[in-house]
């Protein structure tokens, strides 16, 4: 079971797919998973005559694979509330409009299944962004009512989109995140539940937002293991000599040295990659490993390099025979 080594475009998107194919190539990556905000467009996907092709051209040209296209920025809007931040993820002409934006997306991320239905990617990544995140401190005071009413709009927004998905054959995959409905075990869990566990949710894997939580990410492998549909290499580093920071991140921006937990790059964090891929093997997992590389405090080409060095060393599989199998007499 080879599993393929990917490096996801967002954290490159100043580049262009050519100048990217062959930089990932150059680093020693095997595959690209490609961002609709940076390097696959949706819409000239469906209607620009030539286009699909050109990025397959562009990616057999430098032995590249997509197994996976990701837009996270636009299922953001579908059902974040609204504020400026939301503006730059979506087009100029919405800015400062919310019921746009979000009409906006959850248009774009059918045609997004379409799309990828189009290229022949079996999965989108993605967010779903959350119109409850504000209360998950319930000060003001939170009711039931509040977070029951936020779920259901979460599903009666998501649920046309999720239709397309099963009539194109194409998989959501819901990165686990802060602002998201999901964002630790408990909400994973209800997520599920909202939509009746149907087959075209499952999950993109990325321990580093787990961990930082003190939800065991292992663990998380270990009971979602039938949902992981793709997989984020990407570390975090808990800083435990600094004890005046604090796990909400005291507004320090990423790259701090002050902050008490840092995305830093593969291998450099406290992330259990070891047991992560030895629960992927045990659920079968043969998708990619794609590393997402974020780490302000390092070269990006130097870590990403790294990283798909790192990720290819520890990418083994299962064992064939009990180690010993061969210590039993006749």
């Avoid at 599903?155 to 239709?163: K, R, S």
Wanted: with cysteine; aromatic share 14%; hydrophobic share 40%.
């Amino acid at each position: 079971m080879k599993r393929l080594v990917t490096l996801a475009s967002g954290q490159f998107g100043d580049m262009s797919l050519d100048a990217l194919c062959a930089l990932a190539k150059e680093m020693g990556y095997e595959g690209v998973e490609l961002a609709t905000h940076a390097h696959f467009d949706v819409q000239m996907a469906l209607h620009e005559p030539g286009y699909i092709q050109e990025v397959r051209n562009t990616l057999n040209h430098y032995g590249l694979q997509c197994q996976a296209i990701s837009a996270h920025l636009t299922g953001q809007c579908v059902c974040d509330t609204w504020d400026e931040r939301l503006d730059g993820f979506a087009p100029s002409s919405l800015a400062g409009n919310p019921e746009g934006i979000r009409s906006w997306a959850i248009e774009e991320m059918k045609d997004t299944a379409r799309a990828a239905k189009a290229f022949g990617v079996p999965v989108v990544n993605g967010f779903t962004g959350s119109p409850i995140w504000a209360r998950w401190y319930s000060y003001p005071q939170t009711s039931r009512e509040m977070i029951e009413e936020g779920y259901q709009l979460v599903y009666d927004l998501w649920t046309p989109i999720f239709d397309v998905f099963d009539e194109c054959g194409v998989r959501f995959a819901l990165e686990v995140h802060p602002t998201e409905i999901a964002f630790d075990w408990y909400t994973t869990e209800r997520f599920f539940e909202l939509f009746g566990w149907r087959e075209t949710l499952g999950l993109n894997f990325d321990p580093s937002h787990l961990l930082w939580q003190g939800v065991d990410e292992v663990g998380f492998v270990r009971d979602f293991a039938k949902r992981i549909y793709h997989v984020h290499m990407k570390d975090v580093k808990i800083n435990r000599r600094n004890p005046r920071g604090g796990i909400l991140g005291s507004f320090l921006p990423f790259g701090d040295t002050r902050r008490s937990w840092d995305f830093v790059s593969v291998g450099h964090g406290d992330v259990d990659f070891d047991g992560i891929i030895r629960e992927l093997n045990n659920a079968g997992y043969s998708g990619p490993l794609s590393v997402e590389w974020e780490d302000s405090g390092m070269d990006r080409v130097f870590g990403a390099t790294e990283s798909c060095s790192y990720v290819k060393k520890i990418n083994f599989n299962a064992s064939s025979v009990a180690f010993d199998a061969a210590l039993k007499t006749e």
